[in-house]
């Protein structure tokens, strides 16, 4: 049966070549349905798609396409194919669908920007390369698509590029991006070294017999993908790129550096399972410094005044949690959380985009406060997604966090220790953004008097897919619920294929389903006690700042230390600037001025002036005399035949 | 497979007899109407009709004429390259001939002739239809390098090329009658059979007549160092006579020399150290000459004597992996030279102009999208990913290596990287030359933006998906003879 998966990327691309060969010549209407068709579209064909796969019986969905040979060179081949199966479509739904939605929204928030037609035709191009990243059947398609989304993640930061901060960010995000698909890449290189392919069925299929469990090789390698994975999805060592992406148009921020792109790392971790279960080293590193980055956002987002930092910090952190999802190998339940963090995040950061479009560009939370009167749409929805991400019962990501601190306690790979770090930042979580909820739309508003006239709702091409966006925060966990809940985890069960070496591999979910082990009494127990926990929190955000806002400010008088700690984000710019960026300028320098200056440029000059020595030597030969022509071919023959009759 | 060798059928050359009769109605035609633009379109009908009936012959190989035609892949091959090039000229040429108050129907009558002329020499094994076919391409095209007969360096060129290109066809037709006198038989597939018979019975004669129809052929292709005579034709010649030059004979001569040297000749294994001296010798001096041409047409002159150059490493190399990539190298050659061909005419149509590189400046502020195909072509030429200069030195390349060639590798990389020097100078001036005084706009054509999107889309697609294109040049080796 014929799918035709290629019309879901194949469709974005188009909106892409449409909206960009004509840039400029369309109208501002024509601009925007193009680009918002082929991603719906795009959209509507995965869904359709989708729906194909469920028909499929359980065992055999999987959906591959191959559209030509790519790269044919000897022993070397890579086909333009692509793969549909439980794992790539949620992705392809979760990408495809928020970012239709965010498209609209687009439309609202963009709609007085000079550049426009530049904007979508960036979108579509990011959409593009996102969907053939996760559609992709061998890493190095993938590879393709992650340098895409990297390529459009820059361009999109930078669309304000004649803001200085705006260009520098860019810049940023693409160097600390590079050092990543360095690893990346060189891991990519270890698998085809030792594999001799990069397709995923191959790959997955052979390591059992090519790497040793827990060897040298598998380590290195698995490690270095998830170098790349730290970069693109801004963990530690490499987060430092994404509070500054936020210098972006904010339904960027939502799209690319909350739901979508800010996944792949954890995407590529999830997909590449059946590796990370061959290295416990690396699973214990990755859930080391997931958990880790978690906590470490979440802290320095409780000092941020800026409403988008918080949002970034707060994405880091969550992302830490998917990280920590697949340390404890309960890659599942990191998709899992991906997919509810995608509908309550893009929600946050599009509500923020909706507050700060009424405050007329103002981004401190010190001068906001009181907006749940004048933006009462924004005010609900956001509401619902804070809800969500704090882990409120009934709430999608309740289910999704829930899940993974339960996986973290109990899994083979877990350990209380882990589960008391995340809980303790799940409980930072609800702080911070109660916090966040109520200086922006509590209280008194904090504006000034000709901000607070001009005070608005948003149109309705703004708050529709805001609403959309809470519907789909609420119920985007109930495929998930899980079995102590009366559930029968519905999601874990249709990605299980893809975790159970459907491919070929070892079955990794096995070493998480032995959580059963541990009595339905223990997890109940803890997530009821977390649930208390996450209450106290919001119920602390509201005492210190909508009650009694005054101790919040000696609180923070009397901890200036932590507090400057936290609101310089550890300092952590900084020291990378002293120890790693300086070095370089100066390194870099040295290089120019002596080396390049003195030494390349005086061979290269060298060798010019003995080529061009050579040149005036044999120029007079060209004479231009015909007799001379001849008697060159002449001679040619001669040798030639001399030369055989010699010999 | 079979072969139907003696059968008189017309069906079999109908492409070539579709595309003269068009030639020939052109030619009687525009003796008495006066609309050019009627004869340019009769022409490219004809061709294009060409084209579709040579398709229709891609995988069905069939001879006849007693064994004189031949049809198989490789032919058809070079039939699509040979039509397409004439087709882009076609297109190409049309306002630069009005600009310069040169446009003759009989443009297209020998266009179409020298078409004909190759898809000939491709399409036989036997070495007379080869040397008509060479000798039917090459006389229309010593007429077109003169068709400016008010320009002296037109009038020159064309004279040098008749003069120096009669004198490299006696090479040719020496070579054929020694090699005739060594075997009684002018059929490359009964020389080739019985070659190590003939090899013991008259070595001397068979070699050297194989050493002179290399000769014949590598004037054709302008390996150094029968190479002396481009310089000065492609500079006088009209600017996308030059064009149709530096593919279609070149293109020709390959499919000739691929025919004879590794197929029909590949019991001579001393050929290879041949092919080696004159790939090294035509890398470098085409790269080097080049460096320092200010005319533009000059430079791609030479640049395209480094192109034989890299297709003469694959046929060292030899064997069937590196013909192919030969081939697809031909390909991939014809897309990005005739579109920096396309530019260069583009450019030269303007009044006054003599194809400076100076005259480029400022093209990027006036003419942005043309000045980026501009760059496009000039980093295919240059080899640069994702375009098909790229793929195609790669496939050469790693087929050389493959056959143990690696110093021969070494060599055209390093030359390969001096070309870089010389492609990206015309881009510099492009982008950020200042003109002396203001950049004069070009005028553009349907015609033109059709040649530029048909060279642009197929440089990029060879580049970014060279999958299929590869697959379609190895169909084009079975069965050659």
Not at chain 1, 226 to 246: C, E, H, N, R, Y
Not at chain 2, 233 to 256: L, R
Request: net charge neutral; hydrophobic share 55%.
């Amino acid at each position: 049966m014929n799918h035709s998966l290629y019309l879901i990327i194949l469709l974005p691309l188009l909106g892409f070549l449409l909206n960009g060969l004509l840039l400029g010549r369309l109208k501002k209407g024509f601009v925007s349905f193009i680009a918002c068709a082929s991603v719906g579209l795009s959209f509507v064909w995965g869904v359709k798609v989708f729906f194909e796969l469920l028909a499929m019986p359980e065992g055999a969905r999987a959906i591959q396409e191959t559209l030509f040979t790519w790269i044919p060179a000897g022993q070397f081949q890579v086909d333009f194919s692509l793969l549909f199966d439980p794992l790539s479509s949620v992705m392809v739904l979760v990408v495809a669908g928020v970012s239709f939605i965010i498209h609209i929204y687009s439309i609202g928030y963009m709609h007085d920007d000079p550049g426009f037609g530049r904007y979508f035709t960036y979108l579509n191009l990011f959409v593009f390369a996102m969907l053939t990243l996760v559609l992709a059947d061998n890493y190095l398609l993938m590879f393709v698509g992650w340098e895409g989304v990297g390529l459009c993640s820059y361009l999109l930061i930078g669309f304000w590029f004649e803001k200085k901060s705006a260009s520098d960010a860019g810049k940023k995000a693409f160097i600390v991006n590079r050092i990543g698909d360095f690893g990346f890449l060189i891991g990519l290189f270890i698998i085809f070294w030792q594999v001799g392919s990069l397709n995923y069925a191959d790959v997955f299929a052979r390591a059992p017999e090519v790497f040793a469990v827990g060897g040298g090789v598998i380590t290195a390698a698995t490690l270095l993908l998830f170098l790349g994975a730290t970069g693109k999805s801004a963990q530690i060592p490499l987060f430092v790129w994404l509070p500054d992406a936020m210098e972006g148009p904010t339904p960027v921020s939502a799209l690319i550096h909350a739901a979508t792109m800010v996944t792949a790392g954890v995407y590529m971790i999830a997909r590449s399972n059946v590796l990370f279960m061959m290295a416990p080293t690396t699973l214990a590193v990755v859930a080391i410094v997931g958990l880790a980055t978690a906590l470490m956002a979440a802290t320095i987002a409780l000092a941020q005044n800026d409403i988008k930092r918080v949002l970034a910090y707060s994405t880091i952190s969550q992302l830490g949690y998917m990280f920590a999802a697949c340390g404890v190998a309960a890659f599942a339940a990191g998709i899992f959380h991906l997919m509810t963090h995608a509908f309550f995040k893009a929600l946050l950061f599009l509500g923020s985009g909706s507050v700060i479009h009424a405050m007329a560009g103002q981004q401190d939370m010190r001068y906001m406060g009181g907006l749940k009167k004048q933006q009462p749409a924004t005010f609900v929805t956001f509401f619902i997604a804070t809800l969500a991400i704090a882990g409120i019962p009934g709430f999608s990501g309740f289910f999704s966090k829930d899940e993974i601190l339960w996986k973290s306690f109990s899994s083979d790979f877990g350990s209380p220790i882990l589960w008391a770090v995340g809980l303790f930042t799940a409980i930072l979580t609800a702080f911070y953004m109660f916090r966040l909820v109520y200086l922006t739309f509590y209280g008194e508003g904090r504006m000034d008097n000709h901000t607070k006239a001009h005070l608005h709702e948003s149109p309705k091409v703004m708050t529709v897919p805001l609403m959309v966006l809470a519907v789909l925060s609420v119920i985007g966990g109930y495929v998930g619920i899980p079995h102590v809940l009366g559930g029968s985890n519905r999601f874990e069960q249709f990605l299980h294929p893809v975790m159970t070496g459907l491919h070929g591999g070892a079955d990794t979910s096995e070493h998480v389903l032995t959580s059963a082990g541990h009595s339905a009494g223990t997890e109940l127990t803890l997530m009821i006690g977390s649930v208390v926990l996450i209450l106290i929190a919001i119920y602390m955000a509201y005492y210190l700042y909508l009650k009694n806002i005054d101790l919040a400010g000696r609180i923070r008088n009397n901890l200036s230390g932590v507090h400057a700690l936290l609101h310089g984000k550890y300092f952590v710019d900084e020291i990378y600037g002293a120890l790693i960026i300086r070095p370089l300028i100066n390194g870099s320098l040295f290089l120019w001025k002596i080396i390049d200056v003195f030494v390349i440029d005086g061979i290269a000059n060298g060798l010019a002036s003995i080529v061009g020595d050579i040149s005036t030597g044999v120029r007079p030969v060209q004479t231009g005399t015909m007799r001379t022509y001849a008697t060159m071919i002449l001679a040619g023959a001669v040798v030639l035949i001399g030369y055989f009759i010699i010999r | 497979m079979d072969i139907r060798s003696a059968a008189i059928d017309l069906g079999l050359i109908s492409p070539e007899i579709i595309i003269l009769a068009s030639a020939m109605v052109v030619l009687l035609l525009g003796t008495v109407l006066k609309s050019r633009g009627l004869m340019a379109f009769l022409s490219l009908l004809g061709l294009v009709v060409g084209l579709v009936l040579v398709l229709q012959q891609w995988s069905q190989p069939q001879s006849g004429y007693y064994g004189m035609v031949l049809k198989d892949n490789f032919s058809v091959f070079f039939s699509v390259v040979f039509i397409m090039t004439a087709i882009i000229t076609l297109l190409m040429a049309r306002d630069y001939l009005i600009a310069k108050h040169i446009d003759r129907h009989e443009f297209y009558t020998l266009l179409m002739f020298s078409t004909v002329g190759m898809m000939l020499m491709a399409g036989s094994t036997d070495l007379v239809v080869i040397f008509l076919g060479l000798e039917i391409m090459s006389v229309p095209l010593y007429v077109m390098a003169g068709m400016n007969k008010i320009d002296p360096k037109s009038n020159e060129s064309g004279i040098k090329y008749f003069m120096i290109g009669a004198f490299a066809s006696s090479f040719l037709v020496f070579g054929i009658a020694l090699l005739y006198g060594a075997s009684g038989t002018t059929d490359l597939r009964r020389i080739m059979a019985d070659f190590s018979f003939l090899k013991m019975q008259s070595e001397l004669l068979l070699y050297s007549g194989a050493l002179l129809v290399m000769t014949g052929f590598a004037f054709k292709v302008a390996a150094v160092p029968f190479h002396m005579w481009v310089p000065d034709v492609y500079e006088g010649a009209p600017t996308p006579v030059t064009g149709f030059f530096s593919v279609g004979p070149k293109a020709a001569g390959f499919a000739a020399l691929l025919r004879i040297c590794v197929y029909g000749f590949s019991g001579m294994a001393e050929l290879t150290a041949v092919f080696w001296l004159l790939a090294v010798l035509t890398m470098v001096v085409g790269n080097v000459l080049a460096i320092f041409q200010n005319n533009i047409k000059r430079m791609l002159a030479y640049s395209s004597i480094a192109h034989a150059g890299y297709i003469l490493v694959a046929l060292t190399a030899g064997g069937e992996g590196a013909v192919s990539s030969a081939v697809y190298y031909l390909l991939a050659y014809m897309f990005f030279n005739l579109g920096g061909f396309t530019i260069v005419t583009i450019i030269d149509s303007r009044t006054g102009s003599n194809s400076q590189i100076d005259e480029i400046k400022g093209l990027a502020g006036r003419h942005p999208y043309l000045a980026s195909l501009l760059a496009l072509f000039m980093f295919a030429l240059a080899g640069f990913p994702p375009t098909a200069g790229f793929m195609g030195k790669f496939y050469i390349f790693s087929e050389a290596v493959r056959n143990g060639f690696v110093w021969l590798t070494v060599i055209a990389v390093m030359n390969s990287l001096v070309s870089v020097f010389y492609y990206l100078r015309v881009v510099v001036a492009a982008f950020f030359g200042k003109p002396d005084q203001e950049f004069s706009p070009v005028s553009f054509s349907p015609a033109l933006f059709i040649a530029l999107l048909v060279t642009a889309v197929g440089t990029l697609a060879l580049g970014c998906f060279p999958g299929y294109w590869l697959e379609l040049s190895q169909m084009s080796m079975f069965p050659i003879i």
